[in-house]
């Protein structure tokens, strides 16, 4: 008889871990909240278009390059970078025709690149610390429900300008002039419902084949006393060098895109500076997309 109640003692002390093992008979069960930033966030490391739209590396090469006002070369290092990340989204849905009745949202991605801008004369060499600050704005709607991936957003335009136009015009395009596209405000032909900025649609970005030349220009005033840079990458790697000067108003430069390219989308870089200054007077800092397939 003795046995039988300590048995019994045991199953009454063991009911209520297994209760509290269990979460509760009675009271509901913690669901994680999922949030639409996060998400968005998220998509812009995870996702393989946030990817190639908004990496943080091969944007600044560490390579040797010259500038038209100077005969020393010039070599950038970047020491370290610091990103920044906000998320706008609208309170309401908006009819987009075709797609259907939806929030949009527009994420801001700031990336600040703390540059070492070595000068190299001769036996002399001297420096400046600078920083380099690039912005990249993606604009996404919500084209699917919650059960989706990223909770059914999908990025669906580009801007790497904001509301300011660069200190030229730049346009490119194939080597014969054809499959012309721009890297200034022309290239922004979307206006958003809720956001001030314009973007251009990923459907509307050029492509190009694998192995093929861009024709990059820059036009501006000829009293206009500018120089630039332009990033890229080819067959050998990620590059930066100036652009040729080819009148006071123009410059140019051919990008020779990847023969093997694992990305979908690519980005040209360029970088404004006023000349007669040192590399590290900078104006402008910005990204041109591009597909080569």
Known sequence: MIIMEKQKLRILLAMPLAIFLLGGSCGDVDVAVVSDVDEIKRYLTDNADGKDFFSKTGIIHNTEFSVVFDTAIYKEIVDSSFRTTSVAISDQAFDFGNLGILKEALAIVTDNYYVTTFRIAGVDTTFAVNVRKLTRYGYFLKLGDD???????????????????????????????????????????EATKTFVIKYQKLTD???????????????????????????????????????????????????ITRSVNSKFWNLILFQSFKEDTTAADLLQFWAVPYKAL
Do not use: C
């Open 147 to 189: 059960g989706k991936p990223f909770l059914g957003w999908k990025l669906y335009g580009f801007n790497s300008l904001g509301t300011v136009n660069p200190p030229a015009n730049v346009e490119l395009s194939s080597l014969d002039g054809q499959n012309k596209f721009f890297g200034d405000q022309r290239a922004y032909t």
């Open 205 to 255: 970005i050029k492509s190009f084949q694998k192995g093929e030349s861009i024709i990059a220009r820059m036009i501006h005033s000829p009293s206009a006393r500018y120089y630039h840079l332009i990033s890229a990458e080819n067959s050998n790697g990620g590059y930066t060098e100036p652009m040729y000067r080819t009148t006071n108003e123009l410059y140019t430069d051919t990008v």
